[in-house]
């Protein structure tokens, strides 16, 4: 968040020098509100810009390892603009590097799915697929996981619209 107040600075203060360098060429033609209102412009556009551009340029520096596997879009009330296009403002990877498959579980991977949110910080969460049984657990002890614990977790059935379980079963 620091360098996007810095990058705000700094356009805001190249726009000012190019108004004020197109003032003093035009002779002075150019109106003094266009000084205020061209910097206004200019930084409504690039948190525009930023709001719309952050997966896109979060999803790009991602190491391969990770897969998204969703995008949350959202809209706001003070970002009117959001309700035509809604922003993604948080993003769900799984980390396929780290899947681990025990032979005492078959059939189940344990990953660990990555939440990402802008101007937040990243948080893990270690979860159990059932690739056969098309289902999830959260894990909270994952050195502690033995068949017969396996069956004590809280499963939840995956949508068939997850990306979960194709991107983990099929690695």
């Known amino acids: 968040m620091a360098l996007e107040l810095i990058a705000a600075i700094t356009l805001a203060f190249g726009v000012a020098g190019l108004v004020l360098l197109a003032r003093k060429l035009s002779g002075g033609r150019i109106p003094k509100i266009a000084l205020p209102a061209s910097i206004a412009c200019a930084l409504i556009a690039f948190a525009i810009w930023g709001d719309y551009s952050w997966a896109s340029r979060t999803e790009g520096a991602l190491p391969e390892r990770l897969t998204v596997i969703d995008e949350l879009p959202q809209s706001n009330l003070w970002r009117p603009w959001t309700y035509v296009v809604p922003v993604t403002e948080r993003i769900v990877a799984v980390d396929r590097g780290g899947a681990m498959r ?70």
């Not at 969460?125 to 396996?150: F, H, K, T, W, Y």
């Open 102 to 171: 025990n032979e005492a579980l078959p059939g189940t991977v344990l990953v660990d799915l990555v939440f990402m949110e802008r101007r937040a910080a990243t948080r893990q969460l270690p979860m159990l697929v059932d690739c056969q049984g098309n289902r999830s657990a959260i894990v909270s002890d994952p050195a502690a996981l033995s068949p017969e614990s396996v069956a004590d977790l809280d499963w939840a059935p995956l949508p068939a619209d997850s990306r979960l379980a194709p991107v983990v079963c099929t690695a």
